[in-house]
């Protein structure tokens, strides 16, 4: 089976300094259109480096006018559908425009020509998130919201963050490097470009929440031993088996034993398809997910029933949409370690249930997670924690 992967939707995220554009005869253009044009031929520049997909945009009107927040007033629909077209005539990338009425649902997508790629080379780029707060609709889309004083704070609490991670250096001594992008030999790729953070909420606030957005983040965990954070090495204390050891705890219990190990079952195989399960949001969705993993429906059913037998006093949560509500406990958890670290003049880099920090300071990030998740576990041992909204 051939892996297509999936489109990168253009974001004006990338911004690059000098004249890395020069080279391009390019006609003049002030303003928001010339920051436009810059923006597409930035990101499709990046892309074709990195993991070469297609970009995809939008030529709905509407999509614009819902995303203000999250770009700058150069991603509009006057500015964006334009400028594509432009680039395009002038051979600068490849277009493939959707055909309205035909195409409903989607996008067209761009990405860099090889003329483009013979004329320019990859500038040092920087990937900043306008709005580090997202909210995403039931479909997944980037939407307005009405700021309140819990999305202050949480903007606060980021800006305190990324400004203490900004003024470390991380750095990997391992993979191929182009620049900023590193390319692994399993055909993973990051670009050390990307080091803030931002939230990503979906339809909810006590829905998601992650943190994401640093390049860490991405890469494969036979390597991350080898980051150094301002020079020196690093380590990456954990939360073992955190969403198996949270739902318990709603429940005022504590898993038995390895939550991933199963009967007939390899551990990888049924730590994945127990997080499977608990993100799902029905059992034929469960289901279908599975199978696709193990290729087999019969089994993935088994597997399923199995991992019910094994954790009957969660069961309720299984194939419930549970997962986000999860992982929202689990972000706060993590904003509390970082914000507790940043007072004692400790930077660490989040990567979910982990964070990767200098080696010196190990132990006192496990001090603070383990406060953390001693919070959590009262909270819902005195009712004051709830996975609000499941159907069971």
Known sequence: MIFTPKDKPFSCSWCASGEWLHSLDLPPARGVKAKARAAILLDATIEAAGNG??????????HYAMRRRYAGPEYSFSTIPSAVDALAAMDLIEHRKSRQHFDRGKQSTFRASPVLLDAVTIPPADHRHR???AFKDGLGQLVDYQDTERTRRMRRDLAAINDAIGSTTATLPAGEHHGRIIHFPNGAIVNV????????FNAGWTRGGRLYGHWVQNVPRAYRDLIEIDGEQTAEPDFPQLHPV???AMIGLSPE???????????????RAFNVI??????????GAVSRDLQDRQQAAQIIMDLKERHAPIARFFHSGAGLFVQNIDAKMATDVLRDLLGQNVVALPIHDSFRVQKRHEQVTREAMEKALWTVKNQAQ???????????
């Not at 608990?278 to 289901?287: D, G």
């Not at 009712?383 to 159907?391: A, E, K, P, V, Y």
């Open 193 to 200: 470009g990307r080091t803030s953070l931002h939230r990503v």
């Open 257 to 271: 034993g390895d939550a991933y190990t199963l009967d007939r079952w390899p551990r990888p195989i049924a730590k």
């Open 382 to 392: 005195n009712g004051g924690l709830r996975l609000s909204g499941i159907h069971l």
């Open 278 to 287: 608990v993100n799902a949001p029905t059992y034929a969705s469960a289901l």
């Open 246 to 248: 949270l739902l318990y």
């Open 131 to 133: 709005e580090p707060i």
């Open 53 to 62: 997909r297609w970009i995809s945009y939008s030529r709905n009107r509407n």
